[in-house]
């Protein structure tokens, strides 16, 4: 009896724990893809564009995947670059 309601019990957890993850998975992603290319785009557009002294244009789907595989990190640079440029 209290073998059968463990093994319950565990399998809803296993369950649950599937179904939060197919839930947040596209919440994950999209989180990842706009924030990271968002804050990776601006950083690389203010230092390039202050390095060669005109506005500088960086793709789109560059900056993206960028900061979809390096969202951490972009996000700290974007802060970094906010700091940096005087905005405070």
């Not at 369950?15 to 601006?42: H, M």
């Amino acid at each position: 009896m209290i073998k059968n309601i463990k093994h319950r019990f565990q399998k809803g957890l296993a369950d649950a724990e599937s179904l939060a993850v197919l839930l947040f998975l596209p919440f994950i992603i999209a989180y990842r893809w706009f924030l990271g290319g968002f804050c990776a785009e601006y950083s690389m557009e203010y230092w390039l564009s202050h390095s060669q002294g005109s506005s500088v244009d960086v793709s789109y789907w560059a900056t993206h995947w960028l900061g979809f595989f390096f969202t951490e990190p972009s996000i700290l640079a974007s802060l970094v670059t906010w700091i940096a440029s005087g905005v405070i």
